[in-house]
């Protein structure tokens, strides 16, 4: 049985990037059950994509029956049956191939990391992100943010350098820069990624809008900073493009359709000899976890998508010290948190 359904988080704080505001987050939950074993899913729609909760609902049920027919461990077949039967809503794929990959690794017994032959010591330290806001908030946020050895720092707005130097104030922690496409005149762009290089910022994601690749092979020229492909990048098939214009890419689950598209993104970036970040959306710890579980493949993690949210529904993936920590539960490990 396919059970899709909307639920809606609060946001710690109002979350700001270049694109939008927000302080609640509506997303979806997938439950698939065969056998007396629950599979969790979810998918976090995102408007850049036009992705809606309700579209994510009217696919997945669309594609219920097609998925229902299939025997679930054989996981990879039910990914092509996704791949045929919804184009476009890829949040809407992910989350029915992560309660699948989910149910497949309970029912085999296996923590889901287990299934892709990965070590859990080995999962990255998450940056910890802060969006745009006046330079005091980012600078408390900044505070707050102190258990947390490495920053993502949302620009793209006016006050750019008033923020880093604010954040600069307070700590000498490593950052790293989003952009979120906010820059669309080059040489300025340059000029601000020298100056963040002087700030000791780490990497620079989506500097300029996804579809400006040869101002950004322009820039690639110009900058010593190594640049991430986001917005640029959503399937396997967008990455070959990417070499040689970008540096690495920043690779969601709710873009790839899932974890199984992610491995194969994680593979084809090797090969096209580029960086591999792993992203998130503002996910609950379902989605989360599930990004979590391959992240030993990954060099860089911004996973923090659950730590945002103040009402988290579920609980599973931890953070110490930065470190994603995975339990060794089956499938997921993660679970209902329990109301007090
Ligand atoms: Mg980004």
Same mark, same amino acid.
């Given at each position: !049985?396919?059970?899709?359904?909307?639920?809606?988080?609060?946001?710690?704080?109002?979350?700001?990037?270049?694109?939008?505001?927000? $302080?609640?987050?509506?997303?979806?939950?997938?439950?698939?059950?065969?056998?007396?074993?629950?599979?969790?899913?979810?998918?976090?729609?995102?408007?850049?994509?036009?992705?809606?909760?309700?579209?994510?609902?009217? $696919?997945?049920?669309?594609?219920?029956?097609?998925?229902?027919?299939?025997?679930?461990?054989?996981?990879?077949?039910?990914?092509?049956?996704?791949?045929?039967?919804?184009?476009?809503?890829?949040?809407?794929?992910?989350?029915?191939?992560?309660?699948?990959?989910?149910?497949?690794?309970?029912? !085999?017994?296996?923590?889901?990391?287990?299934?892709?032959?990965?070590?859990?010591?080995?999962?990255?330290?998450?940056?910890?992100?802060?969006?745009? /806001?006046?330079?005091?908030?980012?600078?408390?946020?900044?505070?707050?943010?102190?258990?947390?050895?490495?920053?993502?720092?949302?620009?793209?707005?006016?006050?750019?350098?008033?923020?880093?130097?604010?954040?600069?104030?307070?700590?000498?922690?490593?950052?790293?820069?989003?952009?979120? *496409?906010?820059?669309?005149?080059?040489?300025?762009?340059?000029?601000?990624?020298?100056?963040?290089?002087?700030?000791?910022?780490?990497?620079?994601?989506?500097? !300029?809008?996804?579809?400006?690749? /040869?101002?950004?092979?322009?820039?690639?020229?110009?900058?010593?900073?190594?640049?991430?492909? /986001?917005?640029?990048?959503?399937?396997?098939? #967008?990455?070959?493009?990417?070499?040689?214009?970008? #540096?690495?890419?920043?690779?969601?689950?709710?873009?790839?359709?899932?974890?199984? *598209?992610?491995?194969? !993104?994680?593979?084809?970036?090797?090969?096209?000899?580029?960086?591999?970040?792993?992203?998130?959306?503002? *996910?609950?710890?379902?989605?989360?976890?599930?990004?979590? $579980?391959?992240?030993?493949?990954?060099?860089?993690?911004?996973?923090?998508?659950?730590?945002?949210?103040?009402?988290?529904?579920?609980?599973?993936?931890?953070?110490?010290?930065?470190?994603?920590?995975?339990?060794?539960?089956?499938?997921?490990?993660?679970?209902?948190?329990?109301?007090?």
């Amino acid at each position: !049985m396919i059970h899709a359904e909307p639920f809606t988080v609060t946001l710690k704080d109002v979350w700001t990037i270049a694109r939008n505001s927000s $302080h609640s987050k509506t997303n979806v939950r997938v439950t698939l059950q065969r056998d007396g074993i629950v599979g969790y899913g979810e998918a976090a729609p995102n408007v850049r994509y036009g992705e809606t909760a309700e579209l994510t609902c009217e $696919h997945i049920r669309r594609v219920a029956e097609a998925v229902e027919r299939l025997d679930w461990r054989c996981f990879r077949q039910v990914k092509a049956v996704l791949d045929t039967h919804i184009v476009g809503q890829s949040c809407a794929k992910a989350a029915v191939d992560i309660a699948v990959m989910d149910w497949a690794a309970k029912r !085999m017994g296996v923590p889901l990391y287990r299934l892709f032959g990965l070590d859990p010591a080995q999962t990255p330290i998450t940056s910890f992100s802060i969006g745009i /806001d006046t330079p005091e908030r980012v600078q408390e946020k900044t505070r707050q943010a102190a258990a947390y050895p490495i920053l993502k720092i949302k620009l793209g707005s006016p006050g750019d350098r008033e923020l880093i130097t604010a954040v600069r104030r307070v700590t000498d922690k490593p950052i790293r820069v989003d952009a979120n *496409e906010g820059w669309t005149d080059k040489e300025q762009a340059v000029r601000t990624i020298a100056w963040l290089q002087a700030q000791n910022v780490a990497f620079i994601e989506q500097p !300029m809008p996804a579809a400006m690749l /040869d101002e950004t092979a322009w820039l690639r020229q110009r900058v010593e900073l190594p640049l991430v492909a /986001d917005e640029a990048v959503l399937t396997a098939a #967008d990455i070959p493009a990417l070499a040689g214009v970008y #540096d690495g890419v920043n690779i969601k689950l709710m873009k790839a359709g899932g974890l199984q *598209e992610a491995v194969a !993104m994680i593979h084809t970036a090797r090969a096209a000899g580029l960086k591999v970040m792993l992203g998130c959306m503002i *996910e609950s710890s379902v989605a989360i976890a599930a990004a979590a $579980h391959i992240s030993p493949l990954a060099d860089w993690a911004d996973l923090d998508g659950n730590l945002l949210i103040g009402d988290d529904p579920f609980v599973g993936v931890g953070v110490i010290d930065g470190k994603l920590t995975l339990n060794d539960q089956p499938g997921l490990g993660v679970g209902a948190r329990e109301r007090i």
